[in-house]
């Protein structure tokens, strides 16, 4: 079946995942969209791209949303009309969304041997001592899926990845950590939960507490 899972990540936020096999025809026939949308589909020129972005309506669908209820912000933030938070993600033959009362951000990400090779622009490399290379690369995969998801939360220009988000060390197993953003004197607190759907890596991140950076004090 195309809708893979739905999943509840916690009692207040539910995981849909689609794996795409349908043609972009079966797909375009299965919704409805408003003229933006219909118009950005046009606009764009890989077929791969088409059928993700019509995969995650048909996820809205599944959560009882449709195009028409989804909006996006200036800066290109998706929202719901009834006010829940919704992050989006595609790569390859998935589409996800995750949709919440909390603030949220969610990536998914295909393993592939260059994530692990641009691994030190982004990371900490040494959370990789003593792995393998196949759990160094999907270390280096979830890393960089938990640098995505915080930045989709704060979507603020200027974050680095490298500079200004660190994850807290953490295993495979653990399918969990916590992850600060340092960043204009202050650090806020998120928690990650993370998966392995067939090839693919899937990490969610919500919002903790936020510290002063310099005092130490809770906002």
Same mark, same amino acid.
């Given at each position: 079946m195309p809708l893979l899972e739905i999943k509840a990540l916690n009692r207040n936020t539910n995981l849909y995942v689609w794996k795409i096999t349908e043609s972009f025809d079966e797909l375009f026939r299965s919704v409805a969209l408003k003229d933006v949308s219909l118009a950005r589909l046009e606009g764009m020129k890989a077929e791969s791209h088409q059928k993700g972005f019509l995969s995650v309506r048909r996820l809205l669908m599944e959560a009882g949303y449709n195009d028409f209820d989804l909006y996006y912000d200036d800066f290109g933030k998706p929202h719901l009309k009834d006010g829940k938070h919704i992050s989006i993600s595609h790569s390859n033959?998935? !589409? =996800?969304?995750? $949709?919440?009362? +909390?603030?949220?951000?969610?990536d998914l990400e295909i393993l592939k041997e260059k994530t692990l090779k641009l691994a030190p622009r982004f990371m900490d490399v040494a959370h990789l001592k003593g792995l393998s290379k196949s759990d160094?690369?999907?270390?280096?995969?979830?890393?960089?899926?938990?640098?995505? !998801? =915080?930045?989709? $939360?704060?979507? +603020?220009?200027?974050?680095?990845?490298?500079?200004?988000?660190?994850?807290?060390?953490?295993?495979?197993a653990d399918q969990k950590c916590t992850v600060e953003l340092r960043l204009?004197?202050?650090?806020?607190?998120?928690?990650?939960?993370?998966?392995?759907?067939?090839?693919?890596?899937?990490?969610?991140?919500?919002?903790?507490?936020?510290?002063?950076?310099v005092t130490g004090q809770i906002d």
């Open positions: 033959d998935f !589409s =996800v969304i995750v $949709i919440s009362q +909390e603030n949220i951000g969610a160094s690369l999907k270390k280096a995969t979830v890393v960089w899926g938990i640098k995505e !998801s =915080v930045f989709k $939360i704060k979507n +603020e220009v200027g974050i680095s990845f490298k500079d200004h988000i660190f994850e807290n060390d953490f295993t495979l204009n004197n202050k650090v806020e607190c998120f928690t990650i939960i993370f998966d392995f759907i067939e090839e693919y890596v899937f990490v969610c991140a919500f919002n903790s507490v936020s510290l002063n950076y």
